[in-house]
């Protein structure tokens, strides 16, 4: 799905859609994009340094057992897609399904498909991976490595950052990633992640920015065990509680509360919820809610207390 507003087709329609990206964007004898637009369009946008993945116009890039994937999903009210071509190998697949939002089913199957295609045309699957970071580690104190400690949040995941014996961590479920230092503001996982923390003028971090084979991400601050107790608004408690609606088309629960003198919501994980004015608030990560009554609309969805 390549329109941000949407696009109806089905699976014969868009594999055109790659045969025509194979063809060198050709219909008959006429070239409808010209080379260097096409070779714009799979290059990553305001590339970071050191990053190798991310975003073009329209799709996404990265590198992919040796080669180049231009890949794009889409989904919500009841499917998912997936579309992905390697512009060198001349391979893709399109993949449309009824497949609920929180499966794995339509990317797995993706995955597998590609791997196939790819290993039938090439003979051999080389590694997709970073290079190690080649840097001088330091030492960093552990007061210091505390003050970056917390939980981050990006696109409804929430990471934990962790201090033990003087090394920091990042926490994503069971998932633990050590990190050597290499600055104050910059870390790397030996995997060939690298992070990159920004502060505000008190010194305080505000977000980090992970580079790795898929993207470069950004994680923005939370909370953390730290941080000094917020003060209560009498008007908070009216929010606390439970409510149910829909997100697209799917049942679903959340749940505003209150944790060490902060108003957080359950959307992802306890993400804290900061007052912009009476009755509209907005997350950590930018989504809004808004209070009319006893329905509060989270990113414009309608939620009614219980």
């Known amino acids: 799905?390549?329109?941000?507003?949407?696009?109806?087709?089905?699976?014969?329609?868009?594999?055109?859609?790659?045969?025509?990206?194979?063809?060198?964007?050709?219909?008959?004898?006429?070239?409808?994009?010209?080379?260097?637009?096409?070779?714009?369009?799979?290059?990553?946008?305001?590339?970071?340094?050191?990053?190798?993945?991310?975003?073009?116009?329209?799709?996404?890039?990265?590198?992919?057992?040796?080669?180049?994937?231009?890949?794009?999903?889409?989904?919500?009210?009841?499917?998912?897609?997936?579309?992905?071509?390697?512009?060198?190998?001349k391979i893709g697949i399109i993949i449309l399904t009824n497949d609920g939002l929180g499966s794995s089913f339509t990317s797995d199957v993706y995955e597998y498909a590609m791997q196939a295609m790819l290993k039938a045309k090439v003979g051999s699957l080389p590694a997709t991976q970073l290079q190690p970071v080649n840097k001088v580690i330091v030492h960093l104190d552990k007061a210091y490595l505390r003050t970056l400690t917390g939980s981050y949040k990006t696109n409804r995941r929430l990471i934990t950052l962790i201090e033990h014996k003087g090394k920091l961590a990042t926490v994503s479920g069971t998932d633990t990633v050590w990190l050597k230092a290499h600055s104050r503001a910059e870390f790397s996982a030996t995997n060939g992640d690298r992070f990159f923390f920004f502060f505000s003028k008190a010194g305080k971090p505000t977000h980090y920015l992970n580079i790795n084979q898929h993207d470069a991400d950004?994680?923005?601050?939370?909370?953390?065990?730290?941080?000094?107790?917020?003060?209560?608004?009498?008007?908070?408690?009216?929010?606390?509680?439970?409510?149910?609606?829909?997100?697209?088309?799917?049942?679903?629960?959340?749940?505003?509360?209150?944790k060490n003198g902060y108003l957080y919501c359950s959307s992802g994980g306890d993400t804290k919820v900061?007052?912009?004015?009476?009755?509209?608030?907005?997350?950590?990560?930018?989504?809004?809610i808004i209070k009319k009554g006893n329905i509060i609309y989270w990113g414009n969805r309608a939620f009614r207390k219980q």
């Open 274 to 288: 900061n007052e912009y004015q009476s009755g509209i608030f907005f997350t950590t990560d930018g989504e809004s």
């Open 1 to 89: 799905m390549l329109l941000r507003g949407g696009l109806y087709a089905n699976a014969a329609e868009m594999a055109k859609f790659l045969t025509f990206q194979f063809n060198g964007c050709r219909v008959g004898n006429k070239v409808l994009i010209s080379p260097t637009l096409l070779k714009q369009m799979q290059t990553v946008q305001f590339r970071q340094d050191g990053q190798v993945a991310g975003y073009g116009l329209g799709v996404m890039v990265k590198p992919y057992h040796g080669t180049t994937l231009v890949h794009h999903s889409g989904g919500g009210y009841g499917y998912r897609a997936e579309q992905a071509w390697i512009p060198e190998a």
């Open 218 to 258: 950004f994680y923005i601050y939370n909370d953390s065990p730290t941080e000094k107790a917020g003060v209560i608004k009498s008007s908070w408690r009216g929010l606390v509680g439970i409510y149910k609606g829909y997100n697209n088309r799917q049942p679903e629960t959340l749940r505003l509360f209150i």
